[in-house]
């Protein structure tokens, strides 16, 4: 049981550049959900998505999208990189449990745009 | 504007000395309020929910209340393997999965 899984781990690219960042999750949760974190900002949220086939803008939509690709499959995309959009990425599933509403996160994407 | 808020932002402890952590907040609807702790160069791991003022969780050393306007997190005798930042987040009433975060609270345990 790998929980949520993130890929790549690293990456930077040059301004204009294009990419995909990758997130699969195991716990056969409903919701999955993009955030960045920055420093001094806290995590803030790009887009989720409720269940498969849904997607919604979050707090900081504008520059990416986003793919509910099947229930285990969320995919982030940049398709014009800007500096930015230097950050750390962090992708995480959810599912109502016994005690409330649990969110569990991935290693992360750290993303430095040049 | 919703907001979230965390004191102090940075708190240094001796091992054993118990402390509090602080989570404010200015929302329009509340549903639910989070913590997480976070270590250097991973990813958040969920530690509580609480729902309604007056509500409280342990776990270990933690324990998370909730008011009507704030939060906190109670650590007990700690220990240097507690330290990391801690993160609060709210869940609002109005905006689905939508989740507004603190900016963290880095806590430091010295041996």
């Known amino acids: 049981n790998a929980g949520v899984t993130q890929t790549p781990k690293f990456q930077v690219l040059k301004t204009g550049q294009s990419m995909t960042l990758q997130c699969a999750q195991d716990?056969?949760?409903?919701?999955m959900y993009w955030y960045r974190q920055d420093p001094g900002m806290g995590l803030r949220l790009i887009y989720y998505s409720a269940s498969e086939g849904t997607t919604d803008k979050g707090e900081v939509p504008n520059g990416y999208n986003v793919s509910r690709l099947n229930k285990r499959e969320f995919s982030l995309r940049l398709e014009s990189a800007a500096p930015s959009q230097t950050s750390v990425y962090f992708c995480?599933?959810?599912?109502?449990?016994?005690?409330?509403?649990?969110?569990?996160f991935g290693p992360g994407t750290r993303l430095l745009v040049l | 504007e919703d907001q979230v808020t965390q004191s102090p932002e940075a708190l240094r402890l001796q091992e054993g000395e118990s402390s509090s952590l602080n989570c404010s907040y200015t929302?329009?609807?509340?549903?639910?309020l989070f913590w997480y702790r976070q270590d250097p160069g991973k990813g958040p791991e969920f530690l509580f929910t609480l729902y309604s003022a007056g509500e409280e969780k342990e776990k270990e050393r933690l324990k998370a209340t909730l008011t009507k306007k704030e939060s906190f997190l109670h650590i007990t005798a700690p220990k240097p393997e507690d330290s990391a930042t801690y993160l609060c987040?709210?869940?609002?009433?109005?905006?689905?999965?939508?989740?507004?975060f603190g900016p963290g609270t880095r806590l430091s345990v010295l041996p």
């Open positions: 929302v329009s609807g509340l549903r639910g």
């Open positions: 716990m056969n949760h409903n919701s």
């Open positions: 987040a709210v869940r609002l009433v109005n905006y689905g999965q939508n989740f507004v």
């Open positions: 995480a599933s959810s599912e109502e449990e016994r005690g409330g509403l649990a969110q569990y």
